[in-house]
């Protein structure tokens, strides 16, 4: 039996009343609502005009009135809704869901299943009551500032312990008798480890919450400790002026986290910060005064127009250039980060020219990703190797188109502009040449490099077509949503795991840089058929996959362990056991993310 058939509706309505506001701020709640759709809770148009909300503030309260409409007009499918939402892939994409299932199931059943008085009903004329036109199919047609004043009366309280947009999950003021346990007060908050991983600007460190509840150096980075305040000039972001915005742990401000009670901020024993040890920062401060001269000033203090103190720390001209050498180099600009490639830069509002992981934007719209940024100053803000792109310029390692130029970078004809949008080499072998480009993503492939191979009419260029990669990641969610062990992986029929198996040899022909196990070794060493008993390399096991020579995904497991064991035998210690070792690492960490498997 359901464990939530020992739950009585007015419970279920209950707890339902009091998370709605948690429920809508989950994001990217597109699959929950194809589920609710498709099991008829709520009707079609609806599901279609919260689709086509592309602001995410008007998707959360798009998402919060569905809800309300839920509970407003069909009371008696709420039972429905939760057993609907606690599918197990539904679960596995949303873990606040599964947060809340056991939140629900913990609550003792022996409350007195009232529910509180609902603020802000319908009411037929004035008073405090929001006033509702309802159409002849039920839906409500509010004006926004109403709905506004509307949403804050019915959620009261609890907007303050589960605001929208958040995942953290407060203690409940609608329901009494739940209390939580110091467990699941852990299990509920995501970060509650001692140590955090932290970045700022393009330096990482370790974050010793017990230390920084104290006022101490609580930051450890390249062996040295610092106070948070250094630590962000020691990455160079000093003029943000903010450390609380500018360290960051995974995607989130250390601010957020000391505002949602995650992390204690103590009083800082040193009130100011003296000058760190680093000759990059020295040096950017003598830049700076020397920057500050006037030319005239320069040559009147016989300095050259440079200036002299500039001049030091940049060194040789051919030297600086030589250290920026390769057409492409990382940049940061706080915790965005990304590939700037030379040869398409073109100017800051022209030329995308920075590769993301997910697109390609202009110096520009990269700084825009930073959202600590407080100025549009791109070319001190964007870092490479700890230096800005103004000094980069100055070194001729970037160079500006001129105004004139008439070349595809610098026309703004919406062809021309699509093409920038995807890569010039192709993703997995890096060279150019005739390549088909994803339509959802700024990758590009020769058409024999993909897998699997692009032929007949996806080879049309007037076509839309799709990368593995992209399928890969629209359909993991559904296709196969549950954990499984190792042993159930490896059984699976390869049919129902094609689409993963190829993926997987697709991370190892990009990683594989230089080629070794694309085809046949037998070239590598004078004596490989006497060392290798039984030969097996990349493309061989892209063209068995292909022609369905595999029953299980075990078989396929089993050759890519060979060929890695294969490479790592050659020799000891060289070259080819640490590429072994390398891929093995890869293989193993992308086949449990795609087949979640236990840990």
């Given amino acids: 039996m359901d464990p939530l058939d020992f739950k009585t509706n007015d419970e279920l309505t209950q707890f339902f009343r009091c998370n709605k506001t948690v429920i809508s701020g989950i994001e990217h709640p597109d699959t929950l609502f ?51 939402v606690f599918k197990d892939h539904i679960l596995q994409q949303y873990p606040i869901l599964r947060l809340l299932r056991d939140k629900l199931l913990s609550e003792s059943s022996t409350s007195s299943g009232k ?45 303050k312990a589960a ?31 001692n140590i955090l991983s932290v970045v700022c600007g393009d330096k990482k460190g370790s974050l010793y919450r017990d230390k920084l509840a104290k006022g101490e150096k609580c930051i450890k980075a390249d062996e040295r400790w610092f106070y948070p305040f ?42 100011c910060s003296p000058s760190i040890a680093r000759p990059e920062l020295k040096n950017q401060a003598e830049v700076s005064t020397s920057g500050s001269k006037s030319k005239r000033q320069r040559k009147e203090a016989g300095e050259s127009p440079a200036g002299g103190a500039e001049a030091h720390d940049r060194g040789d001209g051919e030297e600086y250039v030589s250290h ?7 940049v940061t600009c706080g ?35 930073n959202p600590t940024s407080r100025n549009s100053k791109w070319m001190s803000r964007i870092l490479c190797s700890g230096k800005p792109l103004s000094d980069l310029l100055e070194k001729r390692v970037l160079n500006f188109h001129p105004l004139q130029c008439q070349c595809s970078l610098c026309t703004n004809q919406d062809q021309a502009l699509r093409e920038q949008d995807n890569d010039d080499d192709c993703f997995v072998c890096d060279v150019p040449g005739r390549l088909l480009c994803c339509d959802q993503c700024p990758r590009a492939f020769h058409f024999e490099c993909h897998l699997p191979a692009v032929t007949g009419e996806a080879a049309d260029y007037s076509n839309k077509w799709i990368c593995t990669y992209c399928v890969l990641k629209n359909t993991q969610g559904w296709r196969h949503p549950c954990e499984m062990t190792l042993q159930v992986a490896l059984e699976s029929p390869i049919s ?62 089993s050759d890519v362990q060979l060929m890695f064991r294969n490479c790592a035998s050659l020799s000891q210690g060289n070259y080819y056991v640490e590429l072994a070792t390398k891929l093995t690492s890869l293989f193993d960490e992308e086949f449990r993310k795609v087949f979640f498997i236990h840990r």
């Avoid at 000093?238 to 995607?251: E, G, H, L, M, P």
């Avoid at 068995?544 to 078989?555: D, E, I």
Wanted: proline share 3%; aromatic share 8%.
């Fill in 496 to 557: 129902a795991r094609l689409l993963d198996c190829q993926y997987l040899l697709l991370c190892l022909y990009k990683e594989d840089k230089e080629k070794v196990l694309k085809g046949d070794p037998q070239h590598l060493a004078s004596n490989y058929t006497k060392v290798i008993k039984e030969p097996m390399w990349l493309d061989k096991i892209a063209e068995k996959l292909q022609n369905k020579s595999y029953s299980t995904v075990g078989q396929f497991f």
């Fill in 230 to 271: 250094d630590f962000e000039e020691y990455a160079g972001e000093k003029s943000s002026r903010n450390w609380k915005t500018s360290i960051r742990y995974q995607d989130t401000t250390l601010l957020k986290l000391i505002q949602d009670g995650h992390l204690t901020c103590g009083k800082f024993k040193q009130c």
């Fill in 34 to 84: 194809r589920q609710l759709r498709d099991h008829n809770l709520i009707p079609e148009d609806k599901y279609k005009k919260l689709m086509k909300m592309r602001c995410k503030q008007r998707k959360v309260k798009g998402v919060y009135e569905v809800l309300e409409w839920l509970e407003t007009t069909c009371p008696e499918n709420i039972s429905h809704f939760w057993k609907c």
């Fill in 335 to 369: 915790s965005a980060r990304g590939i700037l490639h030379k040869d398409r830069f073109v100017s800051g509002l022209q030329g995308k020219c920075i590769r993301m992981e997910d697109k390609w934007v202009t110096p520009v719209d990269f700084l825009k990703e």
């Fill in 324 to 330: 920026f050498a390769g057409n492409r180099l990382p």
């Fill in 163 to 193: 605001p929208m947009r958040k995942e953290k999950l407060g203690t409940s003021r609608c329901s009494s008798s739940f209390k939580k346990s110091k467990t699941e007060e852990i299990r509920i908050c995501p970060i509650q480890q």
């Fill in 115 to 159: 529910l509180p008085e609902k603020k802000g009903t319908m009411e037929a004329g004035g008073g405090k009551g929001v006033k509702r036109k309802i159409t002849g199919d039920g839906n409500k047609a509010e004006n926004l500032e109403d709905a506004e004043s509307s949403e804050e009366e019915q959620t009261g309280l609890l907007s």
